[in-house]
C-alpha cells in the first residue's frame, strides 16, 4: 500500500450497482483515478462525493488491474456550501474546469493550493465570488494563457480575438472589469458577465478547442444562476 495522500474527488462515475471510478486532484498536482468497491454502499457513499477532499491510499493488485482507493473525509468541509445554492453551483463548475484542464500523468504546479485556497474563500467568505473570478484568470495562468490584467490597468478594453489589451475600444473589444479586482471591488452585472466572456474566450480558443472540448454544463449553469440574479437585482 503506498502513503497516505491528501486530494479533492473532482469527477465520480457509477460502474455496475454498487462500485465507483473516482478522480482525484491530489496535494501533488497530479491526478489520481481508480475504482472504490462499494463506493455506493450507504456507508461509503458519505465520503465519495465530488468536492469533498480526502485522504486515501491507492494500491493495485497487479499491472493488469484497476487501481482500488480507500479514503476518509478530511478537512475542510463542505456544509456552508452545500447549504447555498450559489456556492454549490460554483464549486460544481470549478470541479467541472478542473476536469477538462488536467489530465492523469499531468503535473501543473500550483493547481492544487488554487482551488483549496478558492474553496476555502467560498466557505468563509461573503464576496467570494470576485476570488472566483480572479481563480478563472489564474487557471488560465496555470495552463500556459495567462492574462495579466494588473500589468495593464491604464488599457480599459480587451481584444477577444487578437487576445491583448487595449487603450481605446473597437470592434473586437470589450471592457475589461479592472474595478472588480482593484481596491473598489465593484461588482456587477457587466462586470461579470465581462469576466465569463472574457475568460471563456481565451480558454476556449487556447485549450478547448485543441482538444475538441466544449464549456462543461457545470461551469454554464453557474454562469447563468448568477447572472440573472444580479440583473435581477
Known amino acids: 500500500m503506498t502513503d497516505k495522500l491528501k486530494g479533492i474527488i473532482f469527477y465520480s462515475k457509477n460502474i455496475k450497482d454498487n462500485d465507483l471510478f473516482i478522480k482525484i486532484l491530489s496535494s501533488n498536482d497530479e491526478i489520481n483515478q481508480g475504482m472504490v468497491y462499494g463506493g455506493n454502499s450507504s456507508k461509503k457513499k458519505?465520503?465519495?462525493?465530488?468536492?469533498?477532499?480526502?485522504?486515501?491510499?491507492?494500491?493495485?493488485?497487479?499491472e493488469n488491474s484497476p487501481s482500488a482507493i480507500t479514503a476518509e473525509i478530511s478537512p475542510p468541509y463542505l456544509s456552508k456550501i452545500i447549504e447555498d445554492k450559489y456556492k454549490l453551483h460554483a464549486l460544481l463548475s470549478i470541479l467541472?474546469?478542473?476536469?477538462?484542464?488536467?489530465?492523469?500523468?499531468?503535473?501543473?504546479?500550483?493547481?492544487?493550493?488554487?482551488?483549496?485556497?478558492?474553496?476555502?474563500?467560498?466557505?468563509?467568505?461573503?464576496?467570494?465570488?470576485?476570488?472566483?473570478?480572479?481563480?478563472?484568470?489564474?487557471?488560465?495562468?496555470?495552463?500556459?494563457?495567462?492574462?495579466?490584467?494588473?500589468k495593464h490597468t491604464e488599457n480599459n478594453y480587451y481584444d477577444t480575438?487578437?487576445?491583448n489589451f487595449l487603450y481605446e475600444p473597437s470592434s473586437n473589444t470589450i471592457e475589461f472589469p479592472h474595478n472588480l479586482f482593484n481596491n473598489?471591488?465593484?461588482?456587477?452585472?457587466?462586470?461579470?458577465s465581462n469576466v465569463f466572456t472574457i475568460f471563456e474566450s481565451?480558454?476556449?480558443?487556447?485549450?478547448?478547442?485543441?482538444?475538441?472540448?466544449?464549456?462543461?454544463i457545470s461551469y454554464i449553469n453557474f454562469k447563468k444562476i448568477i447572472l440573472n440574479t444580479l440583473q435581477n437585482l
Not at 56 to 62: A, H, T
Not at 202 to 216: E, G, Q, V
Open 46 to 62: 458519505l465520503i465519495y462525493q465530488n468536492g469533498y477532499f480526502i485522504n486515501y491510499f491507492i494500491k493495485k493488485k497487479n
Open 96 to 150: 467541472s474546469l478542473i476536469n477538462i484542464s488536467i489530465v492523469e500523468g499531468q503535473i501543473i504546479k500550483g493547481f492544487y493550493n488554487s482551488v483549496y485556497r478558492l474553496i476555502l474563500i467560498i466557505i468563509n467568505e461573503n464576496r467570494w465570488i470576485i476570488f472566483y473570478c480572479e481563480w478563472l484568470f489564474n487557471l488560465l495562468q496555470l495552463i500556459g494563457y495567462q492574462i495579466d490584467y494588473n
Open 161 to 163: 480575438v487578437n487576445q
Open 184 to 192: 473598489s471591488k465593484k461588482l456587477s452585472y457587466k462586470n461579470l
Open 202 to 216: 481565451i480558454f476556449t480558443k487556447n485549450h478547448l478547442d485543441n482538444m475538441n472540448y466544449r464549456m462543461p
